[in-house]
């Protein structure tokens, strides 16, 4: 699962996913959680854009009420059933959220969840498999734009951190970028797949992430370590 995650810098960003389009602002954030507007990577008039929607999906006939249907994530299994994401699922509407690296947790024989983080392998930026919606309320004008992770069952690295019933973010490999955001559903649906383990690194950090008073890079050292600097 993903519940907390690192944003890249913006220039990586737009350099990884080629974009055209660049209406959004933002720069790296340690302690990302949902609610809150977040960079996304979506397709419109045939040029890629860059924007900020809300990490949380509202469906279009939930008239902008979370109350009525929202989705933060989205496993692969419930996405075409679900009631908050079917219809951005039919209607091709598909997202990559950009990431530096993310946070996980492991519950410890003491009974206490350590928080890791995990990202790739000499990777600045990666993108992680996304749908998103549009909703307003009725006889309104507030519009909100939002967006829902995809999961996916664990690699082997993550099963053996949080257990083989877990699930983890839909990272994409970067040849199926273009595949995600333009195919038809039957052909993305395809390059949604566990990352293999040899890609990734995980380690344990501070408890500090799970308030969100803290956003600072000191979040993602290792514990007992001094420094991991955002350029590995």
Not at 8 to 36: D, I, Y
Not at 151 to 166: F, R, W
């Amino acid at each position: 699962m993903c519940e907390r995650y690192v944003t890249p810098e913006a220039e990586q960003a737009e350099q990884e996913f080629g974009v055209v389009r660049r209406w959004w602002q933002f720069s790296p954030s340690f302690n990302v959680g949902p609610s809150r507007y977040i960079p996304v990577i979506r397709m419109h008039d045939g040029q890629v854009e860059g924007v900020m929607l809300r990490w949380g999906l509202i469906p279009d006939w939930a008239e902008a009420d979370a109350a009525k249907a929202s989705a933060m994530t989205a496993s692969l299994a419930e996405i075409e059933h679900a009631a908050a994401t079917r219809d951005a699922w039919e209607a091709g509407r598909r997202c990559i959220v950009p990431m530096f690296g993310y946070y996980t947790w492991q519950r410890t024989w003491q009974g206490h969840r350590q928080p890791f983080f995990v990202r790739l392998v000499n990777r600045r930026v990666f993108g992680v498999a996304a749908v998103w919606d549009r909703t307003e309320v009725e006889e309104g004008d507030d519009v909100i734009e939002g967006c829902a992770l995809i999961t996916v069952g664990p690699n082997s690295m993550l099963t053996e951190l949080q257990g083989a019933d877990s699930a983890m973010p839909a990272i994409l490999e970067r040849r199926d970028y273009a595949v995600w955001l333009t195919a038809a559903p039957a052909v993305a649906k395809t390059v949604l797949k566990p990352l293999a383990q040899q890609h990734m690194i995980a380690y344990p950090v501070s408890p500090r992430i799970n308030s969100f008073r803290y956003d600072d890079e000191h979040l993602i050292h290792p514990l007992g370590n001094i420094s991991l600097p955002m350029s590995v």
